[in-house]
């Protein structure tokens, strides 16, 4: 851990140190958080572990789009990444001495079922096996995602979300996965980011920032017509509720389960009464191709009234199937969709627009808007009230260089998570049901197609190296943690 920011006792502060009552003496109340609070870190599978084709795993549509020519920074890709891989020991070693309290790690799909579906690969499942017993060991408690992007090559040769055969492959994945780990993992997410794998995989997207576009696309890198891209949308809703079933059918009876999904928030621009019910609005409609209908077992008349004859096809069943009951729903919450005030139109709201000075993390997207930690969790309670919510990913990226002395100075992400897990507190504070928040991430990484330029990190990685580095936000969480507060 980083030593240098450990306060020298021989500093003057300011006055109200000269009479007795500095922080050193009488240290400040700190916003904690509730008991049982779970401070993680989170990680996926393609971004970390490497061995793209180790025990008989199968390839999967970023192993096909990393080599894709064009797609990737610098053509890097996940054939390396951090090693993860074979070194998770090293990796559990280091998450536990940064005191983090759970892991949520995806499970890479193709090393179970190197096809999709058919025989599993029991070589590939060890290594899960193995990583879930470190982590236990080490006293952390391990949250699997079934879904962070990497779906098996053989599927999308056949038609990929676009078809229903990827829904009924995955439930028998999820189910066979909950059969062999749910004895010792017992929470899974079903599907990471539903919206941005569906729109950015299979459309591709732009948003202005700073005035600047921004576009963003994923694997497989398809350009799909609004009519076929809803209906990969509803197969992803699809999925995660059959996935739900099967969870339940063959996992322990305390086994929980809820989605990932990047909450699409509308923020008031003032919290008064109306522009918070507009906000409300905004959010029920940014969500619901997802959230919203998983949780409630329709789509709603504005999203069908706006979608017309692009809407997808759907049956009752369907829909019975998609709104499985959750034990929680896991948001992942970086920025607000949009900031919105009232309006007498048709919606009740209208989006402000982003002024171009407002502030920026690293990252091309990331708006620096740190009460979207608060909004995002009280409007989904207010809007859907599951019975609990994790925050599956919050964090951000910064320029993080080793030091001379062999530091890595983060201080704006210090900044940044001081500020998110500030407003988190303050909707725990309110009663809001919310168990735990994942940063993103424990190691620096793959970031898509922002490549190992992009470092999201706790702990920085050496990519020639591999030499991994606890940066100084480590020392925060840590912590953080450990007060189980805002520090
Ligand atoms: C989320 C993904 C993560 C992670 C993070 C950082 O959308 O679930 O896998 O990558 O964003 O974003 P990015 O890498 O796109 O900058």
Redesign the pocket.
Known sequence: MPTAYAPKKNIPINKAQQNGNDFITSPPVLPKFPDGFCWGL?T?SY?IEGAPKADGKGKSIWDTYAHTPGKMKNNDTGDVAIDHYRRYKEDVQLMRQMGAKGYRFSIAWPRIFPKGTGQPNLKGLDFYNRLVDELLDAGIKPYATLY??DLPQALQNKGGWQTRETPKAFAEYAGFIAEKLSDRVKHFFTI??FQ?FVDMGHCGIEMTVQGKPVQ?ELAPGLKLAPKELNQVAHHAVLAHGMAVQAIRAKGKKDTKVGPAE?MFCGVPVIDTPEHVKAAKTATRHLNARFLDVMLTGKYSDSYLKEAGKDAPQFTDEDLQIIASPVDFVGI?V?IPKMYVMASENESGYSKVPMNVSHPKMH?P??TFSPEVLYWAPRLTHALWKPKEIYIT?N?C?ASDEVSSNGEVYDTDRIMYLRSAMGQLQRATSEGIPIKGNFV??AFD?L????GFG?R?GLVHVDFKTQKRTPKLSAAWFKEAARQNAVV
């Not at 970031?447 to 922002?450: D, F, I, N, P, V």
């Open positions: 989170a996926a971004q962070h992007w990471n980011e941005n963003i990047v992942n970086y990252s997207w990331h990913e964090g990226a993103w991430s990484n970031e898509w197609t922002g992009t999201f």
